[in-house]
């Protein structure tokens, strides 16, 4: 157990809507990362955050968007969802915002239907 | 750009050394990742390296760094049939640019 904890574990939507991916992050952990991954495209960073601030982005979509709150949890806001959008997407954390010791979460599986 | 590059898979015989290698093309990243991920399960952070240094190891993990080459790779000593999984070389600080995995097969 990584100490990430992310929800729901399974996510079954239809095209065109919007769901939204938490991530609760270790303990004393300020950093917070979201990667997707397809079958396609591999494991793709998406955005980070540290201590409430957007950090980096990566690949994200416009329809996507992110945000950490002040009790550090993130979410993955994900919208007019296409059928492409279907991946496994994980949240990282870690203490620094370096990227050291980066520890992932169970990952939540999207499927779009 | 940047870009980690992989084989795609690799078989042993349990009780063998695997050695899975990796080429990456930013040479300042500070650190270089292994990673492993098991069917249905996140991402394993296994051992990671400072790129200053040529060899790390741990256990039965053995990581080694030729910065010059650009080239990482992760020796598995004593394989067992519990370490077959996809194993990902990874590179970055703060975001990390993945290779596409190694499918690491042990038979017994």
């Known amino acids: 157990d990584s100490g990430v904890t992310q929800t729901p574990k399974h996510l079954i939507t239809a095209t065109g809507q919007r769901v939204t991916l938490r991530c609760s992050p270790r303990s004393g952990d300020l950093s917070v990362y979201w990667y997707q991954q397809s079958l396609d495209q591999g494991l793709q960073f998406l955005i980070q955050?540290?201590?409430?601030?957007?950090?980096a982005k990566g690949n994200i979509l416009e329809r996507f968007s992110a945000q950490q709150f002040p009790d550090l949890h993130s979410e993955l806001n994900l919208s007019s969802l296409e059928l492409g959008d279907s991946a496994l997407y994980f949240c990282a954390s870690s203490v620094a915002g370096d990227g050291t010791e980066a520890f992932f979460g169970q990952g939540t599986r999207l499927t779009v239907v | 750009g940047e870009d980690v590059e992989q084989s795609l898979f690799l078989s042993v015989r349990e009780g063998d050394s695997s050695v899975i290698n990796c080429t990456y093309t930013d040479s300042s990243s500070t650190y270089l990742y292994w990673y492993k991920q098991e069917p249905g399960a996140g991402l394993q952070l296994l051992t990671y390296?400072?790129?200053?240094?040529d060899m790390k190891q741990d256990q039965r993990l053995t990581v080694l760094l030729n910065k010059k080459d650009k080239h990482l790779s992760l020796r598995i000593a004593d394989t067992q049939t519990g370490d077959s999984a996809i194993y990902f070389c990874?590179?970055?600080?703060?975001?990390?640019?993945f290779g596409q995995g190694t499918e690491l097969s042990v038979k017994p």
């Open positions: 990874a590179e970055g600080g703060g975001k990390l640019i």
């Open positions: 955050y540290y201590n409430g601030e957007e950090r």
């Open positions: 390296i400072f790129s200053n240094m």
